[in-house]
């Protein structure tokens, strides 16, 4: 591998906003008052929060003013992965910090939100509305019996009504969990029976693509499916009265009701949040009050480098751990950009549409939208007024380095590219945006702060320039406090902690650059090993997704009986393209030339469709598991995929070659 220093940034940024930046500043207050080093920059700030892992949480605690009702007695308490235990005797509660800029006049009637729908119409709510419609919201849940762990459920888009119930859920102690209204009633089911909601919030519908979809029936199916309801709130997104039995939107957040903020201890649950769960239950992950509050105001005021001047807008739904980080931009006094509707309706541009109409500061998005921009031959940067945007961020799959140079060519030069990879797991980053490093094409700038991160070889000796496992080694405040339904742990164990005992595994393949950058290859267990060469998924679909013939595509290695090894490349046409010999041949030297001979595929087998999950992943493994002749309704959750037709065609030629 050539050496990372060799390599010049594709950006990089000046003194002056080196200087501004926020966690610039707080170095050199982490320096004054808890012996942070003042100088060597970055590098230097992370090894600190590394090796002084309590003093750094103590310290971001009190850089962002976290109000402990009753004081912590230590940072960390049982150091121990899966179990550590964050802050001991501390209470807090989140909501309380998210409305908080709602106190100071001059900002109360600032907007909180801005909401956008397909019409592009936009609709501001300010600070002092939102928490008005929180403290009226929080007292009739109390009216209803919902008390401090009772499970809050919502079925709903990314609009404004999902905040406040949230807020409220979490000012009264509740336990919040969401899915998006485009989710079906099993995949919904799936998820809210394993936590036994008392409160369903739903709307009628939702338009998408130009088109209203309806959901009375979906709702009607999830009120006879869950016993543990108590009350079902009617959102009329789509203007159609309350079904029988059903509160009314309107009347509960009407009232002018100040807050009243549980104060719960710093473990108590915030929200579940669901894997991708392509084999089984999706798991439910718990995550806590004061560990996402650290891990949200660290990521979202010294990474992301937002305060009160920006807007802050991430193309997501509320069944993707980036609506709630979206919404945990509240806590640094942000205003929320909420843009509900499809990600290309009227026409691709139209995420850059918004951006310049909301006047968006930090624009997050989708490596995959990135990529269909450039595929489209649009130029946003001409076409929109995009001088607000400081920085675009992608995550859900790695930025492939043609998406970093489109951005720099197309959007602006002097643009900051974050390329950020974390997990549901943790609803946070492990390495990501740095607002004070360069950008180099293809990489994270650097590992986060407080997130100790290794690239592991299988005996657990560290790696630098070559791909290992992703591994945390010491806790974040973030990791999930438990799954829900798990009373001993051992599926928590499982999934993260049984390669590695006590240290965090997360599945994806990363190179760390011997100058602290890291390159995410893909998914570590559907890893192509071919004659002892490892190469992640990823790779191969950056290197043949510059073919314009090629929409998408999917790469599955498979180990077989003989001992052999069968590596198709499954491919998704664009329109008009056909796979004639000379496009395979065009797919084989791509990879060959640009990748590795060894990885060129056995096959090229075109498909009607590369089937993904709810939130957009491809499906390698359980692919993987039908091509190796698991049954359908084994190999893969049915309620966890976005089309379950395109899975009958991996079925059948898995029984064709048996």
């Known amino acids: 591998m050539t050496s990372a220093a060799d390599e010049a940034p594709l950006w990089q940024p000046g003194p002056d906003r080196i200087a501004a930046a926020a966690v610039t500043r707080f170095q050199s207050w982490a320096a004054e008052r808890h012996g942070a080093p003042a100088e060597g920059g970055y590098a230097s700030l992370h090894r600190w929060s590394v090796d002084e892992l309590d003093t750094f949480w103590q310290a971001v605690a009190e850089w962002f003013d976290v109000r402990f009702s009753t004081p912590y007695e230590t940072v960390i308490g049982d150091r121990t992965m899966p179990g550590a235990q964050w802050f001991p005797g501390a209470t807090l509660n989140y909501a309380e910090h998210a409305l908080r800029t709602a106190e100071d006049p001059l900002r109360a009637d600032a907007p909180a939100l801005l909401h956008v729908d397909e019409t592009h119409t936009q609709v501001p709510v300010s600070w002092s509305v939102l928490r008005r419609q929180v403290g009226s919201l929080a007292a009739e849940l109390r009216a209803l019996g919902v008390t401090p762990g009772d499970r809050v459920s919502g079925y709903l888009p990314n609009i404004p009504q ?22 079906g009633a099993r995949s919904v089911l799936d998820r809210f029976q394993q936590v036994e909601p008392v409160v369903l919030f739903t709307v009628d519908g939702y338009r998408y693509g130009g088109k209203e979809h309806h959901r009375a029936d979906t709702v009607a199916e999830l009120r006879r499916e869950l016993p543990t309801l108590r009350a079902v709130v009617h959102i009329p997104l789509l203007g159609t009265d309350a079904p029988e039995g059903a509160l009314d939107w309107s009347a509960l957040t009407a009232a002018d009701t100040e807050p009243v903020f549980e104060q719960v201890p710093f473990d108590h649950p915030l929200w579940v949040l669901y894997s991708s769960g392509t084999t089984g239950l999706p798991k439910a992950i718990v995550q806590s009050q004061g560990g996402i509050l650290l891990e949200h105001f660290k990521q979202i005021g010294l990474h992301c480098d937002l305060g009160p001047e920006d807007r802050f807008f991430w193309y997501t739904s509320t069944g993707w751990m980036m ?87 197309e959007v602006a030069d002097d643009l900051w590219i ?131 013939e090629i929409r998408e595509s999917l790469v599955i290695g498979l180990e077989e009986p ?97």
């Open 418 to 548: 974050a390329s950020v990879s974390g997990g549901t797991d943790v609803c946070s980053c492990f390495a990501g945006a740095v607002p004070t490093l360069p950008v180099h094409i293809g990489e994270l700038q650097a590992a986060c702060l407080g997130t100790d991160l290794r690239s592991w070889d299988p005996a657990g000796r560290p790696l630098t320039g070559e791909v290992g496992e992703l591994v945390v080694t010491q806790p974040m405040p973030s990791m999930p406090i438990r799954f829900w339904n798990d009373p001993d742990g051992s599926r928590y164990r499982d999934s993260y902690f049984e390669m590695y005992p006590g240290a965090w595994r997360h599945g994806d393949w990363i190179t760390i650059t011997d100058r602290g950058s890291v390159v995410i290859h893909g998914r570590s267990d559907s890893t192509l090993n071919r004659q002892g060469v490892r190469m992640g998924s990823a790779d191969i679909y950056e290197a043949v997704e510059r073919l314009p």
């Open 323 to 409: 609506w709630n980080f979206l919404v945990s931009g509240l806590l640094t006094g942000t205003t929320l950009v909420l843009y509900d509707g499809s990600p290309g309706y009227p026409d691709v541009s139209a995420q850059w549409r918004v951006a310049e109409q909301t006047g968006a500061t930090l624009f997050g998005t989708s490596a995959a939208y990135v990529m269909a921009c450039r595929k489209a031959g649009i130029h946003p940067g001409r076409d929109f007024d995009l001088s607000r945007i400081q920085c675009v961020a992608t995550t859900g799959s790695p930025l492939p380095p043609d998406g970093f140079r489109w951005l720099h060519d």
């Open 162 to 183: 999902a905040v406040v119930a949230f807020l409220a859920t979490a000012a009264v102690g509740g336990v919040w969990t969401s899915c998006a209204p485009d989710f």
């Open 562 to 658: 003989d001992g052999g090894y069968w590596m198709p490349l499954f491919v998704h046409l664009a329109d008009g393209a056909a796979l004639d010999d000379d496009l395979r041949d065009s797919i084989k030297r791509t990879i060959r030339e640009n990748l590795s001979p060894r990885h060129v595929p056995d096959e090229v087998i075109e498909v009607p469709g590369i089937p993904h999950t709810l939130t957009g992943k491809r499906i390698e493994v359980p692919v993987k598991r039908l091509l190796q002749g698991t049954a359908l309704a084994k190999a893969v959750n049915p309620g966890s995929i976005d089309n379950l037709e395109l899975l009958h065609f991996y079925e059948e030629l898995a029984r064709k070659r048996r």
